[in-house]
């Protein structure tokens, strides 16, 4: 496909799933909104300008966008929490403070690294595990879909998802 044509057919993706990719937005920027300071059309619309900058990307259904999309949106506000605590911000610096508000902000931040860290790591050991994560915690895919976008069988998705938390929750504690 030339160019042209992959910029006209995630067109057609995004124009479509719109409010789809709204209310994934919106899912996970519901734990994480008082850290990245978006909203979610600034984060749909961010994924779009992501999606446009990546080249020849796969789209061969709505279950595979949608998929794709949220890994997209998971690494925009990875790039964001980690960007506000660059050295040029003040990095890891101690600060004190009495608004606890301000507080828990730093506690989401935190969260949101180690559940980043923990997929990175749950990568080395098996990739599918890291995408039936992907599409449904942070995209909201079914089983059926998940299942369709891998090319296995419901059941395998399941006891994937189960692996998947099983081996999460031991590498964040």
């Given amino acids: 496909m030339t160019q042209p044509d992959e910029i006209a057919v995630l067109d057609e993706f995004f124009a479509q799933h719109y409010q789809d990719l709204r209310q994934i937005a919106h899912q996970r920027l519901r734990r994480s909104q008082k850290v990245t300071l978006l909203d979610t059309t600034a984060l749909v619309h961010e994924s779009y300008l992501r999606l446009l900058k990546a080249r020849h990307i796969e789209l061969a259904g709505e279950s595979q966008f949608l998929a794709f999309a949220a890994r997209v949106m998971r690494s925009i506000i ?12 003040g990095g890891d610096e101690q600060r004190v403070t009495l608004n606890t508000e301000i507080a ?12 980043n860290d923990a997929l990175d790591e749950l990568a ?3 990739g599918r595990l890291v995408k039936v994560v992907e599409m449904r915690y942070f995209g909201g895919l079914e089983e059926r879909e998940i299942a369709g976008v891998l090319g296995v069988s419901d059941r395998t998705v399941r006891r994937d998802w189960e692996k998947a938390r099983l081996l999460l929750m031991l590498a964040m504690e």
């Fill in 124 to 126: 080395k050991v098996d």
């Fill in 78 to 89: 990875v790039d964001f929490v980690r960007s506000n605590r660059a050295e040029r911000r």
């Fill in 104 to 115: 828990e902000s730093r506690t989401a931040a935190d969260e949101i690294l180690r559940v």
